[in-house]
């Protein structure tokens, strides 16, 4: 199982599912979301793409998606953001440095 890149796909990956813009002009993201109940030797309509924003789970398509860290080094370099967790902790660190 593999990416559009050539990256090897995992269950449990943070992935960019991309397309075909208006009119057919340009690519854009489609949705992102952890990749879960992929089968190893298909790269094409395998798995299911659970999204980041809640929803229902959709098909994933591998051939047309990108592990999280690669569109992130594509777009500049950019470093992930901090964990959900991390963010509570900075939040809570905040809110008691106010008082």
Request: aromatic share 6%; hydrophobic share 35%; net charge negative.
């Given at each position: 199982?593999?990416?559009?890149?050539?990256?090897?796909?995992?269950?449990?990956?943070?992935?960019?599912s991309v397309?075909m813009?208006?009119?057919?002009?340009?690519?854009?993201?489609?949705?992102?979301?952890?990749l879960?109940?992929?089968?190893?030797?298909?790269d094409?309509?395998?798995?299911?793409?659970?999204?980041?924003?809640?929803?229902?789970?959709?098909?994933?398509?591998?051939?047309?998606c990108f592990?999280?860290?690669?569109?992130?080094?594509m777009?500049?370099?950019?470093?992930?953001?901090?964990?959900?967790?991390?963010?509570?902790?900075?939040?809570?660190?905040?809110?008691?440095?106010?008082?």
């Amino acid at each position: 199982m593999h990416y559009r890149n050539g990256r090897e796909a995992k269950n449990g990956d943070v992935i960019v599912s991309v397309g075909m813009g208006i009119a057919g002009y340009g690519i854009v993201v489609l949705r992102t979301g952890v990749l879960h109940n992929a089968q190893p030797g298909n790269d094409y309509c395998n798995g299911t793409l659970v999204p980041l924003t809640g929803g229902a789970p959709e098909g994933a398509c591998l051939a047309d998606c990108f592990h999280i860290d690669d569109v992130l080094q594509m777009i500049g370099g950019a470093e992930r953001p901090p964990s959900v967790i991390s963010w509570k902790d900075h939040l809570m660190r905040c809110r008691t440095e106010e008082k």
